[in-house]
């Protein structure tokens, strides 16, 4: 029998791990952070990244500091765990424009996001050329842009408010989960599940975790249900989809407005697995990349007063063109009226730069090279792209690297925004991956800041605990508890 012999392995595994864990946790915490990992004979590096995986990004970010802003990690030999970790622009240049098909997301990255199958998130090369071209053809229509900007002028609650605006984009549909009542978070959850266990699945040896999906154990058992509601979320959508269709048959308006309309009678997307797993891979980059942001500027906002009176100083004239329209009423700022606001552009731009919600890329080596750093790495190495540390490294951004700063971003007077290339600011990646979505995001968050914050003081309760999750997304940990308060006209 399989299955004991399995069994046993993983528990004789786990209790070798656990005991090292410990041990090496009480050891590090001795030794200088930024010093690399230690490397043990037999099992290399592992332990060094299991201790700090709860805490990985600001790990990475002192060990490159320390280190020329390049390191090597390496696993147990079988394990396939050689990795390369960069946040050196030049080295970024490299990988993500100058020789960019020589370093592929490659198998393992569509391994992990096994959901969003054979989709435009997990393959490279010739296969990614039509999807990204229908994407950028489906997110540049303009109507479809104007429903976009339009959803924005609505209320709070980010994660619920995301998740109704991405979905309304996604399939015309508003699934209500800012309602009253408060439904269940199901589809949220599952989405937030895939981020987490995606994060776990980077760090662990892939044999190990394909075990544990084989065995349907731990996080593995938690993302296996977390996929069958995500499936069946978007069966149901497109069943409403085609029924509302029906409903509208040849009125020509309700074509286009919704992004799945555009892909349902592509041949490209006939394969019913393949449209679903496109779907909710366009559902992450929606409202998980947004959502984040948001949040972490709405933090950053609470604690830098200054800053909200220049945003709210630079809407002032825009405002005192709109009459509210009744006492309580919210004053609503519309696409075209903040479009030039460059002092609102740099707060978000600041942010993305010290909390980019995508924080860590991963890419394969396909053949041997030499980075610009001078570092040789090997076919079927793994490099990991710390966009976090990146932000965050005294030689790229100055001494004040750390500082939550608007004006780094302005010119000097202050009136333009400083032109800084994509190898440096990566939070919305570079080269021919670069997000089709960012203006598109870029003005909805514009939206949503300038109405709150011209429209409420918002205060965030104190005794938080906050820290990024364990996720491929750099949600807050234990979210954020903000309390808005109407501001009076
Ligand atoms: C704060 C907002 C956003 C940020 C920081 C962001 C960032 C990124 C990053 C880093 C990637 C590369 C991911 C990878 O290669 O694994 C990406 C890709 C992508 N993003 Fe965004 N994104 C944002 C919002 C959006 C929105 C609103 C949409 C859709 C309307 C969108 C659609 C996409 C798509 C389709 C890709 C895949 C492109 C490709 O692989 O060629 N993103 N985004």
Redesign the pocket.
């Known amino acids: 029998m399989l299955i004991p012999f399995r069994l046993e392995l993983l528990i004789s595994t786990l209790v070798l791990l656990v005991p090292m864990y410990l041990y090496f946790r009480s050891r590090s915490r001795s030794k200088n952070p930024a010093a690399l990992p230690i490397n043990w004979p037999i099992i290399h590096m592992f332990p060094s990244l299991l201790v700090n995986v709860h805490n990985l990004l600001d790990y990475f970010t002192l060990v490159l500091a320390g280190n020329g802003h390049n390191f090597r990690a390496h696993g147990p030999p079988g394990t396939g765990m050689r990795f390369f970790v960069t946040c050196d622009p030049a080295n970024i240049r490299h990988i993500f424009t100058t020789n960019y098909t020589n370093f592929p997301?490659g198998a393992e990255f569509a391994a992990i996001f096994d959901i969003m199958g054979d989709n435009?998130?997990n393959v490279d090369g010739a296969r990614?050329l039509r999807p990204?071209v229908k994407?950028h053809t489906v997110?540049s229509s303009p109507r479809l842009v104007a429903s976009m900007e339009a959803c924005c002028r609505d209320k709070e609650l980010m994660s619920r408010f995301m998740f109704d605006l991405a979905t309304t984009a996604l399939f015309s549909v508003d699934p209500g989960l800012l309602s009253t009542d408060m439904p269940p978070m199901d589809i949220p959850v599952a989405m937030d599940t895939v981020m987490e266990v995606g994060f776990f699945r980077h760090m662990m040896p892939a044999s190990c975790w394909k075990v544990m999906r084989w065995l349907n154990i731990g996080p593995e058992r938690k993302l296996g249900a977390a996929h069958t509601v995500l499936r069946v979320f978007i069966a149901k959508m497109i069943e409403r989809r085609n029924i509302d269709k029906v409903h509208v048959s040849n009125d020509e308006e309700q074509e286009g407005v919704d992004i799945l309309s555009s892909y349902i009678n592509d041949p490209d997307f006939a394969d019913y697995d393949f449209l679903c797993a496109g779907l909710i891979g366009?559902m992450l980059?929606?409202r998980d990349?947004?959502r984040t942001?948001l949040t972490w500027i709405f933090y950053n906002l609470a604690q830098n007063p200054d800053i909200v009176a220049t945003i709210r100083n630079e809407l002032l004239p825009i405002a005192l063109q709109k009459a509210p329209t009744g006492a309580g009423a919210m004053v609503i700022f519309e696409p075209e009226e903040i479009k030039s606001l460059v002092y609102l552009r740099a707060t978000l731009y600041e942010t993305?730069r010290l909390y980019?919600?995508?924080p860590l890329?991963r890419k394969t080596v396909a053949t041997k090279d030499i980075m610009p750093s001078g570092h040789k790495v090997h076919a079927g190495d793994t490099v990991f792209v710390s966009i976090y540390s990146m932000g965050r490294m005294r030689d790229v951004w100055g001494e004040n690297c750390l500082d939550y700063n608007p004006h780094r971003w302005l010119s000097k007077d202050g009136n333009t925004l400083r032109y800084v290339p994509s190898h440096k600011f990566l939070?919305?990646?570079s080269g021919?991956?670069i997000?089709?979505?960012?203006d598109?995001?870029v003005m909805?968050?514009k939206i949503i800041i300038a109405t709150v914050l011209w429209n409420f003081d918002v205060e965030v309760l104190e005794g938080q605990s906050i820290r990024p999750k364990s996720s491929c997304i750099l949600q807050m940990e234990n979210g954020l508890i903000v309390k808005l308060k109407k501001r009076q006209a």
Do not use: D, H, Y
Request: hydrophobic content about 50%; some cysteine.
């Open positions: 997301k435009l998130f990614a990204r994407i997110l366009l980059a929606l990349t947004v942001t993305l980019p919600p995508a890329e939070s919305f990646n021919p991956r997000c089709p979505g960012k598109i995001a909805q968050m």
